[in-house]
Nanobody
Framework: QVQLVESGGGSVQAGGSLRLSCTAS????????MGWFRQASGNEREGVAV???????SYADSVKGRFTIFQDNAKNTQYLQMNSLKPEDTAMYYC????????????????????????WGKGTLVTISS
């Protein structure tokens, strides 16, 4: 069992920045794919940014150049740095992980919109005002 705990959500004006954190606990696998997905009210869940155990990252076109995903393995924590935030970034953001030998690569996980991920956090709300 892996538990994921997100933090860092909040309310900020357009153009501002936020950093989301996802800390994992429990048994960890050497091979994994972990990242962020979001769902705005009334919309389908979308992939935002994903990193795999090979260090490869994948981003949605809408956030490229503004968001950066990175991790601190010593702290078992993954981060999503969000800059130049826009009102359309408003959503519930979820951390999720696919673990084990059969885990997806980052690009595959992004395109799957989170389908196939093994564990999910409870989400953190990001609200961007104009």
């Amino acid at each position: 069992q892996v538990q994921l705990v997100e933090s860092g959500g909040g309310s900020v004006q357009a153009g501002g920045s936020l950093r989301l954190s996802c800390t994992a606990s429990g048994y960890m696998y050497s091979r994994y794919c972990m990242g962020w997905f979001r769902q705005a009210s009334g919309n389908e869940r979308e992939g935002v940014a994903v990193i795999d155990s090979a260090g490869r990252t994948s981003y949605a076109d809408s956030v490229k150049g503004r968001f950066t995903i990175f991790q601190d393995n010593a702290k078992n924590t993954q981060y999503l740095q969000m800059n130049s935030l826009k009102p359309e970034d408003t959503a519930m953001y979820y951390c999720a992980v696919d673990i084990g030998a059969g885990s997806m690569g980052s690009l595959q996980a992004l395109g799957a919109r989170g389908r196939g991920m093994d564990y999910w956090g409870k989400g953190t709300l990001v609200t961007i005002s104009s």
